[in-house]
């Protein structure tokens, strides 16, 4: 029976700079660095556009989760969009991600701790991946703004494996919360 309490879904991660990552039954984390053999992994920033701006900036972007429940909604809108397709490491299911303030602290399994830095800012390579998905994860708030519901990204700080199954704890910072913006 799939388990009710929030828990990691699928992890996925790629040694290349390709927009879709390999499901995988576990991946590695280190703390400071991301998942052992991810493209993205590393002390400093490991985007091509942000590495091109300032190679030397920290990478806030080490670690990407994506809730499940997004998969479901855009299903539900004729997308077929599977874990690791949006290129996150780390698909959840449970766990209001978009809704999480920054310096949230994400007990994974026994032994993982995620920082969440921000959210992941949507790019053009989803609509490459799928004609009109940018739409369906970048949508008018009605207040002049948008919603960004393409993930959240993390650093690691505590390493060790990650397993679909594993429950996830989420340990909310000190008030007052910082909303998520775009890292």
């Avoid at 699928?10 to 991301?34: M, T």
């Avoid at 993205?40 to 091109?52: C, E, L, N, P």
């Avoid at 602290?105 to 993982?112: D, F, H, K, S, T």
Wanted: glycine content about 10%; overall charge negative.
């Amino acid at each position: 029976m799939p388990s009710t309490s929030p828990h990691v879904a699928a992890v996925a991660s790629s040694p290349d700079h390709e927009f879709s990552k390999q499901v995988s039954a576990s991946v590695r984390v280190v703390a400071g660095h991301g998942v052992v053999g991810d493209t993205h992994a590393g002390v400093t920033v490991q985007h091509r556009s942000r590495v091109r701006a300032d190679p030397t900036q920290p990478n806030l972007r080490q670690v990407h989760l994506i809730h499940a429940e997004l998969f479901d909604e855009l299903a539900a809108a004729g997308f077929d969009v599977s874990p690791g397709d949006l290129g996150e490491n780390v698909t959840t299911r449970g766990v209001d991600l978009l809704g999480l303030p920054r310096g949230t602290r994400l007990a994974i399994g026994p032994e993982v701790v995620l920082e969440v830095t921000g959210l992941r800012n949507p790019c053009q390579q989803i609509n490459d991946f799928q004609a009109g998905l940018l739409k369906q994860v970048v949508v008018p708030d009605g207040a002049g703004g948008v919603v960004r519901k393409a993930g959240v990204m993390t650093v690691v700080e505590q390493g060790g494996t990650i397993t679909a199954g594993d429950d996830v704890v989420v340990h909310l910072p000190d008030a007052p919360h910082e909303a998520l913006a775009p890292v």
